[in-house]
C-alpha cells in the first residue's frame, strides 16, 4: 500500500517557530518530526510515500531526498498556492489504483494500519477514518459514529454546543481511489468540510476506527512542548535518542558536563543533544530537550522545556515550560517563563523578565 502525507500546512499556530521551518520539519526531541512517522509507514511495510507540500518545499527534499537514507521510497507534489487538504489528496492520487492511506504531517500517534486496514476491508467501506478521543473537541473534526462504526455525522471544528461524542478525527485515512472523483482537480477543496460531509450525504460506506493509544496533534506550542515531555516521560512507545544514559540524562554524542549538576529527579529526564555544554552547577527539573551544540550556562536552571539546536541559554538564566528557537541567545540571570516561544535567533539581553 502506499501513502500520502499533506504537508503543504503554514503551521501558523506555532509561530514563530515555523517561520524558519515548516512544523512537519521541527525537530521533536532532536529528530524531524517527519522521522517518526516514517518509522510508524516502516513497521506496517510502507515505504513508498506521497510528499503533498505547498509552504517551504525545497526544506522537505534537502532533508529526506528521496528517502533512501531513511528506507523509504519518497515522491513530492507541489502545489503553487495550497489547496487544502483534499485539493492535496486528490493531486496526489493520481495513478494510484489501490486503496491508499493518508496522514496529515502534524500528527504522532501510535496507529496499528495493518489493524486499520483490515476494518476498512471487513467494513467494504469506501473510505476508514481513524479516530481518537480528546477531552476538546472543538480543536478538531468531531466524528459521530453508529454502533457498527459507521460514521453519522463529521463536523469540522465544532463550537461547544456541537459536541456529542469525544471521538475527533485523528488525520488519518483509508481511501479507494473512486472516491476521487468527488474532488474537483486543480481547486482548492477541504475533505473535512467538503468530502466528509458530501460521501455522508451520498450515503457512500465511510467507517469510524477508533484508535487507542497516545495521539497529539503537535500544531500549537502548547503542544509542541507537550510532545517533548511525553517521550521524554515515557508515555509514548517512542525512545530517546541517546548514545550515554546517566541518572536523569540522555546525552548525544560529544556532550561536555560541568560540574555538581543537579539531574532531574523523580523519572524526569533531560536529553541533551550533540556538541552540547552544561555548566557547572546547572539544575534541570521536570522534562528538559536541548537540541545539538546548545549552551547552558553555570547555575541556569531549566525546567519542562525545549531549547533547540544552538541556542546559549546565559548563566544562572531560569526557563520554565518555554520553547526556545534555535540559535537564540539568553542573556544571563533572564527568566523565560511558561507559553513563552522565541523565535529562533533571537537575542535577550541579561536580567529580562520573559
Ligand atoms: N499539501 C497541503 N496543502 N497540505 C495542507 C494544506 C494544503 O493546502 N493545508 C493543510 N495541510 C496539511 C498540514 O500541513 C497538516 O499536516 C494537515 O494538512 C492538517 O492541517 P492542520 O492545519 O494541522 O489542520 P488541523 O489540525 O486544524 O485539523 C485537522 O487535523 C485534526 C487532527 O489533528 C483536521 O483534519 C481535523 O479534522 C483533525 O481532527
Ligand atoms: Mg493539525
Keep these: 500500500m502506499k501513502a500520502v502525507i499533506l504537508i503543504g500546512g503554514k503551521g501558523t499556530r506555532l509561530r514563530p517557530l515555523t517561520c524558519d521551518a515548516p512544523k512537519p520539519l521541527l525537530p521533536v526531541v532532536n529528530r524531524p518530526f517527519l522521522e517518526y512517522q516514517f518509522e510508524i509507514l516502516r513497521r506496517h511495510g510502507i515505504r513508498e510515500v506521497r510528499l503533498c507540500t505547498s509552504y517551504r518545499p525545497a526544506d522537505f527534499?534537502?532533508?529526506?531526498?528521496?528517502?533512501?537514507?531513511?528506507?523509504?521510497?519518497?515522491?513530492?507534489?507541489?502545489?503553487?498556492?495550497?489547496?487544502g487538504t483534499g485539493g492535496a489528496v486528490r493531486n496526489a492520487s493520481e495513478g494510484l489504483n489501490d486503496t491508499f492511506l493518508v496522514l496529515n504531517g502534524d500528527v504522532l500517534n501510535t496507529l496499528d494500519i495493518t489493524s486499520f486496514l483490515k476494518f476498512h476491508r471487513k467494513n467494504r467501506a469506501e473510505a476508514s477514518l481513524a479516530l481518537t478521543r480528546v477531552k476538546d473537541p472543538t480543536l478538531y473534526g468531531l466524528v459521530e459514529t453508529a454502533e457498527d462504526g459507521r460514521v453519522k455525522r463529521f463536523l469540522e471544528?465544532?463550537?461547544?454546543?456541537?459536541?456529542?461524542?469525544?471521538t475527533i478525527n485523528?488525520?488519518?485515512?483509508?481511501f479507494e481511489p473512486g472516491v476521487m472523483k468527488l474532488i474537483p482537480?486543480?481547486?482548492p477543496h477541504s475533505l473535512e468540510r467538503s468530502l466528509f460531509p458530501?460521501?455522508?450525504?451520498?450515503?457512500?460506506?465511510?467507517?469510524?476506527?477508533?484508535?487507542?493509544?497516545?495521539w497529539i496533534d503537535i500544531g500549537t506550542v502548547e503542544k509542541y512542548l507537550q510532545v517533548h515531555l511525553d517521550i521524554l516521560g515515557g508515555a509514548t512507545p517512542f525512545p530517546v535518542p541517546a548514545s550515554k544514559l546517566r541518572p536523569g540524562l540522555a546525552l548525544g554524542r560529544k556532550v561536555k558536563l560541568g560540574k555538581n549538576l543537579t539531574p532531574a529527579a523523580d523519572g524526569g529526564k533531560a536529553a541533551l543533544g550533540d556538541g552540547g555544554t552544561v555548566g557547572d552547577f546547572a539544575r534541570f527539573?521536570?522534562?528538559?530537550?536541548?537540541?545539538?551544540?546548545?549552551?547552558?550556562?553555570?547555575g541556569a536552571s531549566l525546567e519542562d522545556c525545549v531549547v533547540l539546536a544552538g541556542a546559549r541559554i546565559g548563566d544562572g538564566a531560569q526557563l520554565k515550560r518555554c520553547v526556545v528557537g534555535p540559535d537564540c541567545v539568553i542573556g544571563a540571570n533572564s527568566i523565560v517563563s511558561e507559553g513563552s516561544a522565541l523565535a529562533g535567533g533571537s537575542e535577550v539581553r541579561p536580567f529580562s523578565l520573559l
Design 61 to 83: 527534499k534537502n532533508a529526506f531526498g528521496n528517502g533512501r537514507r531513511l528506507g523509504m521510497k519518497l515522491s513530492y507534489i507541489h502545489e503553487k498556492e495550497p489547496l
Design 157 to 166: 471544528k465544532p463550537s461547544w454546543d456541537e459536541i456529542v461524542t469525544n
Design 170 to 174: 485523528a488525520g488519518a485515512y483509508l
Design 185 to 187: 482537480p486543480g481547486v
Design 198 to 214: 458530501q460521501l455522508l450525504q451520498g450515503r457512500s460506506r465511510m467507517y469510524g476506527y477508533v484508535t487507542p493509544g497516545y
Design 285 to 298: 527539573s521536570g522534562r528538559v530537550c536541548v537540541g545539538p551544540n546548545g549552551r547552558i550556562g553555570k
